[in-house]
C-alpha cells in the first residue's frame, strides 16, 4: 500500500509506493502467503574504520555453546559482563537451532536495552580462527552454529538501533586471560568479550609489565637453550626440525624487538609459551607449541 511521506509542488500529499513480494504456497490443503519486503531501520553495520561513538558499547564473544557479553564505557572501561548459555546449538537440528539462536538474541538485546547500550561489537567470522579440535565436521558445526547466532543477534539488534560494527578478533581470548580475567573476576570468554569490546573503540592492548617481565626472564632464556641444545643432531637437519628451529628463533626476535613489531606479535609468544594455572604463570609443554 502507498504511505504519504512528504508534499508536492501544490502542498499535497505525495505517495510513496514500497517494493514488496508475495509467494503463494499450498501446504497440506492449507495455503500460506509470505510477504517479503525492506525493513526500515534507524541504525547501520559499520566498517571497521568508522569509529562508535556511543558513551557505552558490548563486546560480544561468540562460542558454540554461550556468547559472553561485556558493557564497556566509551573511555575502555569495564561495566558489568555476563553470559548467555546456548549448549544445545551443537546437536540440535537446524529449525530448533534457529529457535534457539532467536531466543538468545533477544536475551542479549533485552540485557544491552537495560543498559542503554548504543552499539555492540562482534567478532568477524571470516577470519580464520582457532578451534578446539581438528575434527573438519565438527569445524562445520561450530561454523554455522556460529554465524547463525551471529545473524540472529545483528538482525535483532539493527531492529532496536544499535549501531554494530565487526573486528578481527585474533588474540582477544589470549588477552582476555592474562589481562583482564583475574583484574575483573571474569571468565575467559567475559574477559575476550570486552577486548573485542575495547578493540571496537580503537583501543590497543599493551603487554602488562609483570608478563613482559615473564617473558624476558624465564620465556627467552627457555628458548635460547631450547634451540642451541635440546634437539638430537638427526633432528635439527630434518625439514621438521628445521622449521621447529625457525619458528623458536622467531620468538626470541618478537621479544627482543617487541616495540618494533605489531603487539599481537608478543601475544602471539604469551600464547604460545605460558599458560595460567592456579592463578600464577607458569610455561606450557614444548610439545604444545612447537
Known amino acids: 500500500m502507498p504511505s504519504t511521506t512528504g508534499v508536492n509542488v501544490k502542498g499535497k500529499p505525495m ?81 530448533r537451532r534457529s529457535n534457539i539462536a532467536g531466543e538468545i ?37 561450530h561454523s554455522f552454529a556460529k554465524q547463525k547466532l551471529q545473524k540472529a543477534i545483528i538482525s535483532r539488534g539493527l531492529k532496536f538501533g544499535f549501531k554494530i560494527k565487526k573486528v578481527n578478533p585474533a588474540f582477544s581470548s589470549v588477552i582476555g586471560r592474562f589481562k583482564y580475567a583475574k583484574m575483573y573476576g571474569l571468565s575467559v570468554h567475559e574477559a575476550a568479550s570486552f577486548v573485542i569490546g575495547r578493540r571496537g573503540l580503537d583501543f590497543e592492548e599493551k603487554i602488562p609489565k609483570e608478563l613482559l617481565k615473564e617473558l624476558k626472564t624465564k620465556v627467552k ?25 625457525q619458528y623458536i628463533g622467531m620468538m626470541i626476535k618478537n621479544i627482543e624487538h617487541f616495540k618494533e613489531n605489531h603487539r599481537w606479535k608478543l601475544w602471539n609468544v604469551v600464547h604460545k609459551t605460558l599458560m595460567m594455572k592456579n592463578q600464577e604463570l607458569q610455561l606450557k609443554e614444548v610439545s604444545s607449541w612447537c
Not at 72 to 85: A, I
Not at 124 to 140: C, V
Open 15 to 95: 505517495e510513496e509506493y514500497k517494493v514488496y513480494s508475495i509467494e503463494l504456497k499450498r501446504k497440506k490443503e492449507k495455503y500460506y502467503v509470505h510477504i517479503t519486503y525492506d525493513l526500515e531501520t534507524p541504525c547501520s553495520e559499520l566498517h571497521w574504520s568508522e569509529k562508535m561513538t556511543s558513551d557505552t558499547v558490548a563486546g560480544i564473544d561468540l562460542n558454540i555453546d554461550r556468547v559472553a557479553v561485556s558493557i564497556v564505557t566509551k573511555q575502555g572501561n569495564w561495566l558489568e559482563s555476563r553470559t548467555f548459555y546456548c549448549h544445545e546449538m551443537e546437536y540440535v537440528k537446524r529449525n
Open 105 to 141: 538474541a533477544k536475551q542479549i538485546i533485552d540485557f544491552l536495552v537495560s543498559w542503554n547500550v548504543g552499539g555492540f561489537v562482534l567478532e568477524d567470522l571470516t577470519f580464520k580462527q582457532d578451534h578446539d579440535t581438528h575434527h573438519r565436521f565438527n569445524r562445520l558445526v
Open 221 to 245: 632464556p627457555f628458548l635460547i637453550q631450547l634451540l642451541l641444545g635440546s634437539m638430537e643432531e638427526s633432528e635439527k637437519h630434518s625439514k621438521k626440525g628445521k622449521q621447529r628451529r
